[in-house]
């Protein structure tokens, strides 16, 4: 993993544990990553389709336990829930997720992410290192 740390102008990599930070590759695994908070979603309510892009997506809203959400992130409370809004294509594919709630020092916080590029071999390169 590489971050643009504080004291410094340019990409280093870190091993993002010494930080106590998540592994991002982590986010995208079949089992336990993003997905994986779908399968836990307390009272799903159907909301508006949305554009996004060129692709019309039905969304979704529902909340999942705290402890959920920190197994996945490695942030956040232990106790409650959080706010969850997805995205669906018309192929069923999930699109977008947004996570809601206290991730840091009850700092109500959100994160977004979204999936594309289903199907297709990409290349990741590291960035340029300083």
Aim: aromatic residues 8%; proline residues 7%.
């Amino acid at each position: 993993m590489w971050a643009t740390l504080p004291w410094d102008d340019h990409m280093t990599k870190i091993d993002p544990a010494h930080y106590k930070s998540p592994n991002p590759a982590r986010y995208f695994d079949r089992v336990s990553g993003l997905s994986s908070l779908l399968a836990g979603v307390r009272e799903p309510a159907i909301g508006d389709s949305r554009r996004s892009g060129d692709t019309i997506l039905q969304t979704v809203t529902g909340s999942v336990p705290a402890a959920e959400i920190r197994r996945v992130l490695g942030v956040g409370s232990t106790s409650g829930s959080y706010g969850l809004t997805f995205g669906i294509d018309d192929a069923n594919r999930l699109i977008t997720l947004r996570i809601a709630g206290p991730m840091f020092d009850d700092t109500t916080c959100r994160y977004d992410v979204t999936f594309s590029k289903y199907g297709q071999r990409v290349s990741i390169q590291p960035p340029q290192m300083g």
